[in-house]
């Protein structure tokens, strides 16, 4: 059994809708919380991090961890064509090596 | 801006053959990673490294060695690459051991034939 398992997708939505991606995990060790974003042909880039339980907002990006439920969600508001790729979470300890979900590939129609 | 350089972004090698794949940071970053990913497998790590010299296996080490002679420079080498080491390379440093936060070059696409 995976340490972190993701929605599969591919979710494909119109243009302006909300888009929640999810992930739940097992290990409780983990201390820190991350999605990565990944343009087609090109390496993730980090888009949201927190060590926290609770909400944390970025512009149309907002991320949530539930610690007691082990449950992760990013939260896309307003989508945009520009918001199509590949989203990944990840999820780590102190001792510095991350644990990556399997992606979740987003299309965002015009 | 950080930036991480892997030196090749498309390969095709034979059975059989050794390849490096090369990757430079010009962050000082002390930690560097090699991932691979693979369609429904997500990202796993192949190995990692805390400090020049050192090196430490990460989930698949098994058919990888590394390099890390330089603190910017980090290699993987497949000593004889196989059919089943097709895949997308990555290689990522990061300046904090304790928080995760990675950056990634674009990757390297291997195929072996």
């Known amino acids: 059994q995976k340490e972190v398992e993701q929605d599969p997708g591919p979710l494909s939505v119109p243009e302006g809708a909300i888009v929640s991606l999810n992930c739940t995990y097992s290990?409780?060790?983990?201390?820190?919380f991350m999605w990565y974003r990944q343009y087609s042909r090109k390496g993730p880039e980090l888009l949201m991090y927190t060590y926290s339980s609770g909400n944390k907002e970025d512009g149309r990006f907002t991320a949530q961890v539930d610690k007691s439920s082990k449950y992760i969600s990013l939260f896309i508001r307003d989508s945009q064509p520009s918001d199509s790729a590949t989203y990944l979470c990840?999820?780590?300890?102190?001792?510095?090596?991350?644990?990556f979900g399997d992606g979740t590939t987003l299309t965002v129609k015009p | 801006d950080v930036k991480v350089t892997q030196s090749s972004r498309y390969l095709v090698k034979r059975t059989g053959e050794k390849v490096f794949l090369e990757c430079v940071q010009d962050m000082d970053h002390e930690n560097m990673f090699w991932y691979r990913q693979d369609p429904g497998l997500g990202l796993r790590l192949i190995y990692f490294s805390y400090d020049v010299k050192m090196k430490e296996k990460g989930d698949i080490p098994e058919g990888y060695s590394v390099s890390r002679e330089k603190k910017e420079r980090f290699s993987l080498i497949l000593e004889s690459a196989s059919t089943n080491q097709t895949s997308m390379y990555l290689c990522?440093?990061?300046?904090?051991?304790?928080?995760?936060?990675?950056?990634f070059g674009e990757g390297s696409r291997l195929t072996v034939l």
């Open positions: 990840a999820m780590g300890t102190n001792a510095g090596k991350s644990t």
């Open positions: 990522a440093s990061s300046y904090h051991r304790g928080t995760g936060e990675l950056f």
């Open positions: 290990n409780s060790a983990f201390q820190y």
